[in-house]
DNA sequence: CGTAGGATTGAAGCCGCTCAACCAAAGTGG
DNA sequence: CCACTTTGGTTGAGCGGCTTCAATCCTACG
């Protein structure tokens, strides 16, 4: 139909500034007269369905893409050709930082589900940063997130058991969908048992055992890709996390 | 002495122009003209002793620091008081990264031999950051790199075996004592078996049993701290790296 | 309705952990 | 200078958690 063509046509220029992911994403501390200048550079792709590709191991860094709608998983390929789930991203979130380092792109992005993103040509997204010292603030803190987010990970996977692990995960997810306004009770599963193994060093019959342990156990109830959380502080305790939330963090508040 | 006293007053003030670290560390591809913006941020800390703190777990983000001399290991505590190695650092890697996020040191470091850093205060590193870009692009670069290291582990952890996990460990190390002009060949290992195998996610004596192994197997040559690389192809295999080198990437070459 | 891919469940085996003893090197104090 | 202690490393035995292999079930989709 035209209209949908004429919808897409104007929604190729993203606006930031009315986008409900502006304190989750770049956007966040940026003067309002500043963001005009990031939706300058900005361009929303059309719409990518299951298994698209955004980018491939190997390609050169043109752009980086923040995940808009839909969710998205990176991997690298071994060179036994296995493949190796590196995560799993949500609206809000940045793909494409580990290729600044020498310029391509060292893992593969995937839609999971229908899904959307906004391109942000890289050397522009730079070049602006340099003039815009509220935007290269919240460049290096995401980057810097990732780093956090990413040891965290290590942690988990050098040093707890596979229910801490899908524990963490699971809570982890729910922390996430909570911050972009969905419900922290219940979601989908975009992923599959095998993709969720891989991402945490386990077998996929591993996943399911501990899954089903977990029903049994009373803290969540799975059905097949929903989940629904039921008790939260028994995850929590699973996963080793006491005191504070399931980290993994991201920020809200402002800097 | 007094002589050491007027050393340690002249070095003081760091010269980023004359360091031999000069392409591994933030100074890469930054202007000669801009160093000297640079240098006049940097100040080198006095020289660290064995179990040093250079900063702790907790501590608000002041500075960020490159390691000079000596080697440093960072790791966080668990909330059951545990100790997770999250790095081993050499001279002309950065420290504090992961701070950047919240503002707040997520780890501790500590020296694991007599070592010295420079200290680089954050604000004004941005700051400069903003008027300099090849300086902004160095530091995005650095902080990629360090993401792409971090998915490697990452990938290592939740994967390979043991032996495979040991082999990229020691290939990793013999890679960047090469940058840094020491021996490929040859090294002192600074960390205990016990930081080896909590940054691995192994037990010390599965650290030891495979040393050994690669002993016997002609692989290697251990004498307590000290190894001696004898096949490094053989490694390579075990690690599971075929054709290009073992990963964990680090570049000379400038943008 | 039939098929295929994903998910679950069971059984068996193995890798790496735990526990424990022993050893070597480096301090430490008399 | 030597006994004693401490710290870090090696080696062995036994166990257990997770993987592997295999069969079955379920659901989506043609």
Redesign the pocket.
Known sequence: MSSTNVTNIKALKQACKTCGLRDLCLPLGVATEDLSLLEGIISRKRPLQRRDVIYQAGDPLTCLYAVRTGSVKTFVLTNDGEEQVTGFHLPGELLGLDAINDGTHPCTALALETASVCEIPFHLLEELAGRTPRLQHQLLRIMSREIQTDEHLMTLLGHR???ARLAAFLLNLSRRFGMRGFSRHEFNLTM???EIGNYL?????????M??RFQDQGLIQ?Q??FIIILDVDGLREIAGVHGHESRQSEQVSGS
């Open positions: 058991a596979s229910d599959s048992r095998c060093g386990l077998a996929v019959e591993t996943v399911s055992r899954l089903s799975v097949r890709k």
